[in-house]
């Protein structure tokens, strides 16, 4: 499935309008060119006509072999002169031509009937921007998880879960297994999973990110519009479905069909989804029916994030840092 047809979408019209504004700034440096040097203009025209005469030539039937000679020599002579011209103006070589911000694809997109790497870099930073517009942290690396963060009792079993993460990240395909992230507010479960997030984008995968309150709520808005499909149809089927939050949502009869939906069509079809949840094992039982549960602790890999309130930690250390600093 890949990246979002939106971001597709997006870099296509930056690639569309590059190509407008090179056609434009040429436009421009012909306008200059010409105002300064009217002959440079009947050179251009001049060579522009090189081809219809030697169709002309053609068609006459007069020696095609000599007038085509000859049409090329001409040719090469107002060409020399035109650049002479321009070069009298100090003006670079290649003044006459579209300047292109991606040489490779001429800023198509496409180079070699396949996707340019500029077209592809462009889609996966509107693939960052639009996780990162729906996560309250943004995209993060593996780097910045810090062990020492963590109480010594409980750094092993973060450090295996870290470990397992990055590993995850690192063999991310669409069959992956999927992953149930438990343990308290502030213990860096948002945090790798954005960290795999990041990784599955950068190899090209549709990542969608949600967190659940808030995709919940959407759903619920628009189960009265009708549109309910798209979004229930992209979360089922992206190629790596994070659920951040899993448990704060809003919980209706409605949400609780379609979470089971979303869950149990991504089971069926072997997609990877990622969920975080502040909730123990027997609080998902309590919470959600029988068939969520039973779906997302039997067939998840269950992690349980452990140690006190990371975020606090690392803002009273940032707090104290720039306190140094002054
Ligand atoms: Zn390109």
Redesign the pocket.
């Known amino acids: 499935m890949g990246y979002s047809r939106e971001s597709y979408l997006k870099a296509k019209a930056i690639l569309d309008r590059k190509r407008l504004e090179s056609e434009k700034a040429l436009e421009q440096r012909r306008a200059i060119l010409f105002g300064r040097s009217p002959e440079a203009r009947e050179l251009e025209r001049k060579i522009a006509r090189t081809s219809i005469n030697a169709a002309r030539a053609v068609y006459n039937g007069k020696d095609v072999k000599t007038e085509l000679e000859n049409l090329r020599k001409q040719n090469l002579a107002t060409q020399k002169r035109l650049d002479d011209i321009i070069a009298g103006f100090k003006f670079p070589a290649n003044y006459l031509e579209r300047w292109y911000e991606?040489e490779?694809?001429?800023?198509?997109?496409y180079?070699n009937d396949r996707m340019?790497?500029?077209?592809k870099n462009l889609i996966r930073d509107f693939e960052y921007e639009r996780i990162n517009n729906s996560s309250s942290l943004s995209l993060r690396d593996f780097d910045t998880f810090l062990l020492e963060y963590y109480e010594e009792d409980y750094r092993e079993t973060m450090d295996k879960i870290l470990d397992y993460c990055k590993k995850y990240a690192n063999d991310f395909s669409v069959s992956s297994p999927s992953i149930l992230m438990m343990g308290d507010s502030g213990l860096g479960k948002t945090h790798l999973s954005l960290a795999i997030a990041k990784s599955a984008v950068d190899k090209g995968y549709g990542v969608i990110y949600v967190s659940a309150p808030i995709v919940c709520r959407k759903m619920e808005n628009e189960r009265f519009n009708q549109s309910i499909d798209d979004t229930e149809r992209s979360l089922a089927e992206c190629d790596l479905l994070i659920f951040d939050d899993l448990g704060t949502e809003f919980m209706t009869s409605f949400v609780m069909s379609t979470l089971y939906t979303i869950i149990n069509k991504r089971l069926i079809t072997s997609k990877p989804t990622i969920i975080s949840t502040n909730f123990n094992g027997d609080e998902i039982r309590q919470y959600y029916d029988q068939r969520i549960a039973s779906r997302i602790l039997g067939s998840y890999k269950r992690m349980y994030f452990k140690g006190s309130d990371i975020r606090l930690k690392q803002a009273l250390e940032s707090y104290s840092n720039s306190n140094k600093e002054v």
């Open positions: 991606c490779k694809c001429q800023d198509t997109g180079a340019c790497i500029c077209m």
